[in-house]
């Protein structure tokens, strides 16, 4: 699937299209709505299905020191938007420049002259422009002035509540990745290159393959159930610490997981690892004999929840 910089003209080929648009991060059963809505409507049209999303999320502009929040990286998405049905990622940089278009010019000089829309589909709370002077009706009211058709999707629930990237994040932060993987119909997964570490893991009989969490959002620290997906398609089970390391000086953030019956080289590879299931905190122990033992009786349980 073709990803596009929405600094860039679409090409011919994709001109004429639907386009989806929101932030879509995690990608969850809402965003899902929105995007199925906007590929059916394509595909019922014989046009191109297009899915907006933003980089950096706008909330990284306007509050540049918030902690890490990302559910999904831009790698992710692209992967997920294609396995939806999209024919193309379309990616606003969230800039000066577009802080400051106002919602009559996203409209007209962006969706409809840059990119050639003839349809937009948004959740019904969506907003965009300066001071978000834009929202369903002004895409509705304006649009139709100047041939831009929209329609708005409704919030979709679960349990009578809403499902919301906010919503998932909490559950992540209080340890319950297993409710966020049922809101997501996805598990929560960190997507990045294997990097050498202290070597702890492998003198402890658990070689573990390390990966920085960069600008993923922090779920609960501990040790996890975990499957990690290799690039040849591959998928293992196994067990890993998320945190920074109590036992070992000086404190160091990573997610660590431990691939049960695998001993092959994941040096400078890429690799997904999807937090499963939440086992226990993050702990110091009075040594590593007793470190070891727990770590036996992590991977015990941590087979028995991936069973």
């Known amino acids: ?37 906007a590929i059916s409507w394509a595909k019922s049209e014989g046009r191109p299905a297009i899915i907006a ?12 020191d918030t902690p890490p929040f990302r559910l999904t990286s831009l790698d ?3 992967r ?15 800039d000066q420049t577009l802080a400051s278009t106002r919602a009559e010019s996203f409209i007209a000089d962006l969706l409809i002259e840059r990119f050639g829309a003839v349809g937009v589909v948004t959740g019904e709370d969506f907003t965009f422009g300066k001071g978000r002077g834009g929202n369903i009706e002004v895409l509705r009211d304006l649009g139709a002035l100047l041939g831009l058709r929209s329609e708005a999707v409704g919030p979709v629930t679960t349990e009578g509540e809403v499902i919301s990237s906010s919503r998932i994040r909490q559950c992540l932060i209080e340890g319950h990745p297993d409710e966020a993987e049922r809101l ?16 702890n893991g492998r003198l402890l009989g658990f070689p573990t393959a390390n990966l920085d969490m960069g600008s993923y ?38 997610l660590e997981p431990h691939f ?34 727990q770590i036996d009786a992590d991977c015990v349980r941590a087979r028995e929840l991936l069973a």
């Open 260 to 293: 049960f019956d695998f001993d092959e080289d994941l040096y400078g590879q890429t690799i997904e690892v999807a937090l499963r299931h939440f086992i226990r905190p993050e702990a110091k122990f009075e040594g590593w004999d007793e470190l070891k033992r």
């Open 76 to 78: 992710q998405r692209q």
């Open 53 to 64: 999303t933003f980089d950096p999320h706008p909330v990284r502009y306007f509050k540049p």
């Open 217 to 254: 959002l922090r779920p609960k620290y501990g040790i996890y159930a975990v499957t990690g997906h290799l690039a040849d398609g591959r998928v293992l089970k196994g067990a890993a610490n998320l945190g920074i390391r109590p036992q070992f000086d000086p404190p160091k953030e990573l």
């Open 184 to 199: 997501m119909t996805r598990p929560f997964a960190v997507q990045g290159v294997v990097q050498h570490g202290d070597k």
């Open 80 to 94: 997920l938007f294609g396995q939806a049905g999209a024919d193309a990622m379309l990616v606003f940089a969230f």
């Open 1 to 37: 699937m073709l990803r596009v910089e929405g600094s860039e003209r679409l090409p011919d080929r994709l001109r004429g299209g639907i386009i989806a648009l929101g932030n879509f991060d995690g990608f969850h059963a809402g965003h899902q709505a929105v995007a199925g809505h």
